[in-house]
């Protein structure tokens, strides 16, 4: 959805480097969440932000961090890439109230760490 | 933790035949939502089903949730070559706020 925009779309690093990807929404949306998608092993959550004070961490947290800079900016940080982090990323956001409400995904950033 | 098993993993079907996805949980589901990603895509919601047993269509595409509410399938009759993409489903777990994916069955539809 052009909703939910990332930043950058492709990204080639080397190891060591420090990266940030960013996300941004115009939804309106207070939960933003970032995924990590590797073939044959469907979407991993990274971590999640339920609004501006609230982050928290997914699956697959270390290595990672984030900021909620905004209710609608979300940003993904690798401190230092390594070649295992090489997936694609996904933003996504939804409604606040409540638990059941479907996700709206960003189109993606393909991070390639040599 | 907890899972969700989807399977198969990939399917070839010829256009015009039918197609069925499968989701299981061993704990017992709040819900679960249906996505589909084009290829080079992103996920895109499908539908949602929250009571047990409950049943949903969407033109040939029929959804289930399990009268336990620890399964679910999706189920295309006369497939089309746009159907072509992988299928998620995604399941959120009492007391927890986020959903679990399952690792999608790819869908290759021929001509």
């Known amino acids: 959805d052009a909703d939910v925009t990332q930043t950058p779309r492709n990204r080639i690093t080397k190891t060591g480097k420090r990266i940030m990807l960013e996300c941004s929404q115009t939804k309106g949306h207070d939960r933003m969440y970032w995924y990590r998608q590797d073939p044959g092993l469907g979407l991993r959550l990274i971590y999640y932000?339920?609004?501006?004070?609230?982050?928290n961490k997914g699956e697959i947290s270390d290595g990672y961090s984030v900021s909620r800079q905004a209710q609608a900016k979300f940003s993904l940080s690798l401190e230092s890439a390594i070649p295992n982090q090489t997936a694609l990323y996904f933003c996504?956001?939804?409604?606040?109230?409540?638990?059941?409400?479907?996700?709206?995904f960003g189109p993606g950033t393909r991070l390639t760490v040599t | 933790g907890q899972q969700v098993m989807q399977i198969p993993q990939y399917q070839h079907v010829q256009e015009g035949e039918d197609f069925t996805t499968y989701c299981n949980s061993s704990t017992t589901l709040s819900n679960i939502q249906w996505y589909k990603q084009r290829p080079g895509g992103h996920p895109v919601f499908l539908i949602q089903?929250?009571?047990?047993?409950e049943v949903k269509k969407q033109k040939r595409l029929t959804f289930q949730f399990g009268e336990a509410k620890k399964n679910s399938s999706l189920h295309i009759t006369a497939t089309q070559t746009t159907d072509v993409g992988t299928y998620f489903c995604?399941?959120?777990?009492?007391?927890?706020?986020?959903?679990?994916f399952g690792k999608g069955t790819m869908l290759l539809v021929s001509p």
């Open positions: 995604a399941g959120t777990y009492s007391g927890y706020s986020t959903l679990t």
């Open positions: 089903l929250v009571k047990s047993g």
């Open positions: 932000s339920f609004d501006v004070k609230d982050i």
């Open positions: 996504a956001t939804s409604y606040g109230t409540g638990n059941f409400y479907e996700q709206y």
